[in-house]
């Protein structure tokens, strides 16, 4: 009798862990077993166990009527929230409204669905303060000298506002006469080969000594630093600034050849979406940053937005943001060569 009531107690209190337990369901654009999509999984099962909340991941195979689909199941699931980054943005608005009819919650990142205004939260990066923070440590590290401005296209409306957040700092700087601007160019197609091509004919030119280059991301910082190394002599010392961490330019940056990035991995913004879906779930208050800036959608009006904070990354603080949260593995940056390079300059 005792072991009847024990067994009945200890089924009542995992049936109300399990109730207890939010449902929300991730709406992925792409397949499964292709990067980011595959990684991005990985990190947010493991994230949303510790969190406790029952997580189910669908992948749309780049169909939007897939996704569709994918949102009537989970709306048949009685689903606490939604995360969605939709296939097609400009078609992802009846997804949206299709959830907003059953009462379901939807947190966006990414690209943002037009045409609805039943997105409960959208989740994006910053962009304004990516632009500060490079110009910020310009001033810190370079506050004069001899600078060289590469940016993405003018039409692309990330880079633009990037962009606008670094010169509204530095342009005083410009007037004042402390830093020298040898060019300001645009890599409009935004491709290695393009920035390659670019940058070398433009060292090519012979600018003599180049104190800072400033880079729209780093992949293109990968591009400009080959160039560097090829055209423009000695420039050891130039101060090389991107963003948009990737596992090589980590590389670069623990060796010495790249001196900062930004941290805009969408990982973080998968993470911050999975932290507001279980917020909004529970019916609790979400802290968004910038209440006053909410994005805006003509036509439609403003939709609450929680901006992440990007993090400037160096050498100093490479290893506690980027390495040990996961969002790039430790194995991808201290390679073989890396740890070599390093174990011979302590040797010296």
């Known amino acids: 009798m005792i072991l009847k009531r024990y067994i009945i107690l200890l089924l009542l209190v995992f049936a109300q862990s399990v109730w207890a337990r939010n449902s929300i369901t991730l ?3 792409g397949k499964g077993n292709e990067e980011p999509w595959k990684t991005h999984e990985e990190y947010l099962r493991k994230e949303a166990n510790k969190r406790n909340i029952n997580l189910t991941i669908y992948h749309a195979n780049y169909s939007h009527k897939k996704q569709y689909s994918q949102m009537e199941r ?3 699931n009685f689903v606490d929230a ?7 943005y400009l078609k992802a608005g009846i997804i949206v409204d299709l959830a907003a009819q059953q009462d379901i919650k939807v947190i966006t990142y990414g690209q943002i669905p037009m045409q609805t205004k039943n997105i409960s939260m ?11 923070i490079k110009a910020k440590y310009l001033i810190k590290n370079v506050p004069s000298g001899n ?11 990330v880079s633009s506002i990037s962009y606008k ?3 509204n700092i530095l342009n005083p700087y410009i007037g004042r006469g402390y830093i020298t601007l040898l060019g300001d160019r645009s890599i409009i197609d935004g491709t290695y080969q393009e920035a390659f091509s670019l940058s070398s004919s433009i060292f090519a030119q012979g600018l003599g000594n180049i104190d800072a280059i400033v880079l729209p991301n780093d992949n293109i910082a990968t591009a400009v630093i080959q160039a560097l190394n090829q055209t423009a002599g000695n420039n050891k010392s130039t101060k090389i600034i991107g963003s948009d961490i990737n596992a090589e330019s980590a590389k670069r940056i623990i060796l010495g050849t790249q001196s900062m990035s930004v941290l805009l991995d969408s990982k973080v913004l998968a993470l911050q979406a999975l932290d507001i ?3 909004l779930s529970n019916n609790q208050f979400v802290p968004v940053r910038d209440r006053g800036r909410p994005y805006t959608i003509e036509g439609v009006g403003n939709i609450p937005t929680y901006y992440v ?5 160096t050498k100093y603080n490479i290893d506690k943001d980027v390495i040990e949260p996961g969002i790039i593995k430790k194995r991808e940056v201290y390679t073989r060569d890396v740890i070599k390079i390093l174990k011979a300059r302590e040797q010296k």
């Open 82 to 88: 939604v995360i969605l980054v939709p296939v097609n």
């Open 27 to 29: 709406l992925f654009p």
């Open 74 to 76: 989970a709306a048949a």
């Open 147 to 157: 600078y060289l401005i590469f940016s993405g296209s003018p039409t692309d409306y």
């Open 165 to 167: 957040g670094l010169m």
């Open 277 to 279: 879906a279980n917020y």
């Open 122 to 132: 959208h989740v994006a990066f910053d962009y304004n303060r990516v632009g500060q």
């Open 309 to 313: 904070e990007p993090i400037a990354i």
